[in-house]
């Protein structure tokens, strides 16, 4: 190749796996083909990042953009957008709020023909584990999903149905064989099914009453069933979305004798407690909920200690009017994917002094590598041309007109943050730029290198 490239960014802070370079990066047919200062060579884009980091673009491991069947809620083209704008370069969609849910090949291609056209970056597309489609794992493999989500409680869906506990071994065994893995959105089916009546039949249905409906033991006693199934069956497991910090640490225990399971987290966790929730009301209903202010505490350090693998949105939006109503029976759901990377440049970097370093592998390297998504998620030499550029220390108030979602609706709106993403660039081509989308949809669909 000749020292003609695509692109050079040049005079960069490059968050780098061995450390920060001051250097200029070149990028040429997609990929990063040199890391040098003072780079020779001309291309046909050069880029002054001048006092901007550069990170590797996010990936998101955990999203329902809803498309197709439920683009009320919010689109492929939407999500993407809003990704982008927060310095993403990848998602992997969930198998559900999409309708018909994700549960064979028929309606991955489906979800696959939206993309190809729709989605501003790359993406990728969970399978979906439920009792009426254990036969249909070999097709969704065969189609390229990165791995099975199932749920160990009501989905709200009704054509998603809970996994029970054959389910659960019969399908594991199948995953091991495949080697691929699961992800379990875990919280025990009995006790939140018979809390939630009993509070509806008493008429109790406040954030608080929803809390109690939901308490810690219902994800602490489900992490540690499920590390119980992978570790009878050595199928890979993801505990979604862990939100106690005693769940995290069954997962270490679990990783320390040999299990192959680990854990996402979602910002809200480690931003808001409780009492922000019963504040700001149905707009922030998760499931399951946001803690209280000693868990995150220790939240923050498992996450310091390396103890949670990634950094997720579980960006679960919906038409705003699901939202309106008593607590406990609205939509549990929340609009988070364009705000991971600058709240955690807020609230981990300027707060707790998280390296930039840990940052990336949290939003970027270690998503791509547990899903073995070749060539993503680091600033590297032959890894794609995917950057943020992002202004550290620039402060911004976020506004409805900022965000790309179908609905402007977002936990943080009036909320002050510091870092700003100025440019994301997928495999060397601008996507978004000082507030606005400049490419057409470009992405392409991500396979896991078994």
């Not at 409906?213 to 890979?236: D, G, L, Y």
Request: some cysteine; aromatic content about 8%; proline content about 4%.
């Amino acid at each position: 190749m000749s020292n003609r490239y695509d692109l050079i960014i040049r005079n960069g802070i490059f968050v780098c796996p061995d450390g920060l370079k001051t250097a200029d990066v070149a990028v040429y047919d997609e990929k990063i083909v040199a890391i040098a200062q003072d780079l020779s060579g001309d291309a046909k884009e050069t880029i002054d990042a001048t006092g901007k980091y550069v990170f590797p673009g996010t990936t998101d491991g955990h999203v329902h953009f809803n498309d197709p069947g439920r683009t009320e809620w919010e689109t492929i083209t939407t999500g993407s957008s809003a990704l982008a704008a927060g310095g993403g370069v990848a998602y992997f969609d969930m198998p559900l709020n999409c309708s018909p849910c994700t549960l064979d090949a028929k309606n991955f291609n489906a979800k696959l023909a939206v993309a190809q056209k729709d989605s501003l970056v790359d993406y990728g597309f969970w399978g979906g584990f439920t009792p009426k489609n254990l036969d249909k794992f070999d097709e969704l493999a065969e189609c390229g999903v990165i791995g099975f989500k199932a749920f160990s409680c009501n989905s709200g869906i009704d054509e998603f149905e809970r996994a029970d506990d054959y389910t659960t071994l019969v399908g594991m065994e199948k995953l091991a064989k495949l080697g691929l893995p699961l992800m379990v959105h875990c919280e025990n089916a009995e006790i939140t099914r018979d809390l939630t009546a009993l509070a509806l039949s008493n008429n109790k249905t406040t954030v608080r009453d929803y809390f109690a409906a939901r308490p810690p033991i219902t994800e602490i006693e489900n992490v540690s069933r499920m590390i119980s199934f992978a570790e009878e069956t050595s199928c890979k497991l993801i505990i979604a979305h862990i939100s106690t910090a005693k769940a995290v640490e069954l997962v270490t225990q679990a990783r320390n004798r040999g299990i192959d399971v680990c854990c996402e987290t979602i910002g809200h966790y480690l931003i808001l407690t409780d009492d922000d929730v019963e504040r700001m009301g149905t707009v922030a209903k998760c499931s399951p909920p946001i803690r209280d202010i000693a868990n995150q505490t220790k939240m923050w350090a498992r996450l310091l200690s390396s103890e949670i693998a990634f950094v997720s949105s579980d960006h679960s939006p919906c038409d705003p009017k699901l939202k309106d109503g008593e607590f406990l029976k609205v939509w549990g759901g929340i609009s988070a994917c364009q705000t991971t990377l600058p709240a955690m440049l807020t609230h981990a970097y300027h707060d707790r002094k998280v390296t930039l370093g840990d940052i990336a592998k949290l939003t970027s390297q270690n998503v791509n590598e547990i899903f073995r998504i070749q060539g993503k998620g680091k600033i590297a030499v032959g890894y794609d041309g995917d950057f943020a550029l992002v202004d550290l220390n620039k402060e911004f108030i976020l506004q409805p007109e900022d965000l790309f979602y179908k609905h402007k609706v977002s936990l943080y709106l009036g909320d002050s943050f510091r870092g700003s993403v100025t440019q994301t660039i997928l495999r060397g081509t601008t996507v978004f730029k000082d507030g606005k989308i400049v490419s057409k949809p470009i992405g392409r669909h991500l396979r896991p290198n078994l």
